[in-house]
């Protein structure tokens, strides 16, 4: 599966934005999806991930009650919502498609190339 991520930009402490990121290829709904993120200078970490058919969701306990993901597998799209952002927040974020859910990073083996988002204070 192929992955594109979009939506990124600067933003202010307190904005929303919504990121995107369209799949193709295999068939997207087999697939669990998830979002990292990689501030300068740190390692890339978790953030959200959702089910394949969305029922279950997780979040790191840095997003949890401001972001929140989606998908719709009739067009093949995962969606983070980001609210009340703050500067920690500023880091390119990644979509990514794996087997099964989880926080590690080598759960995923198919990343999109990343979208920045800035969140100036």
């Known amino acids: 599966v192929q992955l594109q991520a979009s939506g990124g930009g600067l933003v202010q402490a307190g904005d929303s934005l919504r990121l995107s990121c369209a799949a193709s290829g295999r068939i997207f709904s087999t697939y669990v999806m998830a979002w990292f993120r990689q501030a300068p200078g740190k390692e890339r970490e978790f953030a959200a991930s959702i089910t394949q058919n969305g029922a279950r969701t997780n979040y790191a306990n840095s997003v949890k009650g401001r972001f929140t993901i989606s998908r719709d597998n009739v067009n093949n799209m995962l969606y983070l919502q980001m609210d009340s952002l703050k500067p920690e927040d500023t880091a390119v974020y990644y979509c990514?498609?794996?087997?099964?859910?989880?926080?590690?990073?080598?759960?995923?083996?198919?990343w999109g190339q990343g979208t920045q988002v800035t969140v100036s204070s």
């Open positions: 990514a498609a794996g087997p099964f859910p989880g926080w590690n990073q080598h759960n995923y083996g198919y």
